[in-house]
């Protein structure tokens, strides 16, 4: 079977695409299955890539009409040479306000919903809105808890890690939840 890139040429019907390449700071080293540095060197770099030889097809694919964008979330991860090749654009990722606001209006209602402790209304009459969620457990994570979340726990320009905090936040209050009930209904019986 072709190798990807001449699969994605095929797919997309056109000379001159634009392929994306992700995360290409977590290549593998070089080793016994070969070296996909040096074979990504060959598909980037323009003064090789008019003849880029797939070792399926084994013929010479003309990739210089093709836009390669590539992502990385560590630069320095980039063997040299191949770096050397690329022009690198830095994106900043978000900052505080930015992922607390995030947090607050996405993160932390799915994670609620989730670990069972937010019910979804359906909506009952015109005025009231669809999606109005009921909280009928009491519980909820403060602004204050998730700026320190951020600020001290999840320092990644993205939102991933603080992602995994809130879900893991909720599903340990939901723990709480179920073991205060058992024990409200354990005292109840007795």
Not at 4 to 22: A, E, T, Y
Not at 65 to 70: E, I, K, Q, R, S
Not at 85 to 95: K, N, P
Not at 159 to 168: E, P, T
């Amino acid at each position: 079977m072709p190798g990807k890139f001449i699969q994605s040429l095929k797919r997309v019907g056109v000379k001159n695409p634009v392929l994306l390449i992700d995360e290409i700071d977590k290549l593998g080293h070089a080793g016994m299955r070969g070296d996909p540095a040096g074979a990504m060197l060959e598909l980037l770099d323009p003064s090789q890539n008019h003849a880029f030889r797939d070792l399926y097809l084994d013929v010479p694919v003309d990739l210089s009409d093709v836009v390669f964008v590539c992502t990385a979330n560590d630069v320095h991860q980039i063997p040299g040479p191949l770096r050397d090749r690329m022009e690198i654009i830095t994106v900043s990722g978000y900052d505080l306000p930015e992922k607390v606001a995030i947090a607050e209006q996405y993160l932390v209602p799915k994670a609620l919903e989730a670990a069972g402790l937010v019910v979804k209304k359906k909506k009952k009459s015109t005025t009231e809105d669809e999606n109005d969620d009921n909280n009928k457990n009491g519980v909820e994570i403060t602004k204050d808890a998730i700026e320190s979340l951020a600020r001290w726990y999840a320092r990644e320009a993205g939102v991933r890690n603080l992602s995994k905090f809130i879900d893991k936040i909720t599903r340990q209050l939901a723990l709480s939840v179920v073991v205060s009930r058992e024990e409200e209904e354990e005292e109840s019986d007795d």
